[in-house]
Structure formats: structure tokens, C-alpha cells
């Protein structure tokens, strides 16, 4: 079973900052079935990133998704304040659909 | 509008039973592979099963296997969890969720509903 391990475990910033946040998985995956949600407590989580890289409907461009084989990078260009969330690295593979365990993103 | 409605959480005893319905209305149900999600007090999201599209095919994790049964019912636009022998650690918010038809993501989430395991 694939493992996602996101680094850091909280990554605090300001607004207008850029933020890098880390998705290791614990062998090598195929980029088609890696992608990156957004969650704000009490909402629904939202795809920001498809396929590694490609962006879902309606996704602003300073959300970026890059990286192969073990490492993926979701980065941040310009933080707004509504960019404040937890976000996750999902895969699939083997009939298994692994979340990493999340990056809080917070105000610093 | 696409939206999902999760209902059916509630409070139940260790060893109890529940059933959650995820209802889909805006878009073509029958056409996309569905899932659920949860996310309880202490950890992030966590994936609990899918079903295909049609309801022949289905996966769950392991922590839930033997336990929870994820159906369909495309006629009525709802989908399923039956869950059994509910432990604490069962207890969370549970999302259900749409998967893409055209690539892998899951696109479309409901707000969730909140199972409640204690005695």
C-alpha cells in the first residue's frame, strides 16, 4: 500500500507570501492519479489540482501542481486570505484511494 | 446546480448500525463512480469507499471492510452506507463524493454528516 506523507505538518505564512507544500509518496506513482484538495473546517473539501498538475474547473492560477514519481509540490503564488485551509495529496492505485494527512495552512 | 446531500449521522452505540444516504441532483447520476470520505476530530481526510457507476463494483479500506456496505440506487439518485458494528474510532463527519468521468479527482463533495460512536 502506497503511503503520502505531506510536509511540512503546518506551514504558517501572510498573505501575499508564497506557499510550498509537499506530497511524498512511499514508492513511485503515476501522476495521472495524484491530486490535491483544499478543506476549510465545516465546508466541503474542494479539487484544486488533477493529474498532478492540471487545474479543476474554476481554480485560480496561482495554484500550481508539479512533481513525478515519489515527489509532488502543490505551490501557492500569492497567498490571498481565503487560502487559508488544510490541504491534501490524494492517490489512487490497487482499488486504494490514500490521502496524505494534511497541510495546515495558517496565518502567521 | 450539482450538489450532493449527505443525512442519516447521528449518535449510536458501540456495536450499533447506521445508514447514511448521499442524495445527487444537477447532473447525470448514474454516469460517475461515487465515493465516501471521512475526516474525524483528530485526523485529516480519509478515504472509506467507491462504488462504479452502475453498482457492480466496489472498494473499501481495510478499516471498514466486513463492516460497511456502500450501495446505489441510480433510479433514485442516492447513494449508500451501511455501516455496521460501529466502533468509537468510526466516528467522524462523512462526505460523500463524486468522481470525474474524465479524469481522477473527486469534483463534486456534499458538506457531510456526523456519525457519532459512543455509549
Known amino acids: 500500500e502506497i503511503v503520502l506523507t505531506q510536509s511540512p505538518g503546518t506551514l504558517s505564512l501572510s498573505p501575499g507570501e508564497r506557499a510550498t507544500l509537499s506530497c511524498r509518496a512511499s514508492q513511485s506513482v503515476s501522476i495521472t492519479y495524484l491530486a490535491w484538495y483544499q478543506h476549510k473546517r465545516g465546508q466541503a473539501p474542494r479539487l484544486l489540482i488533477y493529474?498532478?498538475?492540471s487545474r479543476a474547473t474554476g481554480i485560480p492560477d496561482r495554484f500550481r501542481g508539479s512533481g513525478s514519481g515519489t515527489d509532488f509540490i502543490l505551490t501557492i503564488s500569492r497567498l490571498e486570505p481565503e487560502d487559508f485551509a488544510v490541504y491534501y495529496c490524494?492517490?489512487?492505485?490497487?482499488?486504494?484511494?490514500?490521502f496524505g494527512q494534511g497541510t495546515k495552512l495558517e496565518i502567521k | 446546480e450539482v450538489k450532493l446531500v449527505e443525512a442519516g449521522g447521528g449518535l449510536v452505540q458501540p456495536g450499533g448500525s447506521l445508514r447514511l444516504s448521499c442524495a445527487a441532483s444537477g447532473f447525470t447520476f448514474g454516469s460517475n463512480w461515487m465515493h465516501w470520505v471521512r475526516q474525524s476530530p483528530e485526523k485529516g481526510l480519509v478515504w472509506v469507499s467507491r462504488i462504479d457507476n452502475d453498482g457492480s463494483s466496489t472498494d473499501y479500506a481495510d478499516a471498514v471492510k466486513g463492516r460497511f456496505t456502500i450501495s446505489r440506487d441510480n433510479a433514485k439518485n442516492t447513494l449508500y452506507l451501511q455501516m455496521h458494528s460501529l466502533r468509537a474510532e468510526d466516528t467522524a463527519v462523512y462526505f460523500c463524493?463524486?468522481?470525474?468521468?474524465?479524469?481522477?479527482?473527486?469534483?463534486?463533495w456534499g458538506q457531510g454528516t456526523t456519525v457519532t460512536v459512543s455509549s
Open positions: 490524494q492517490h489512487h492505485g490497487n482499488s486504494i484511494y490514500t
Open positions: 493529474g498532478a498538475s
Open positions: 463524493a463524486r468522481a470525474s468521468y474524465l479524469y481522477f479527482g473527486l469534483d463534486v
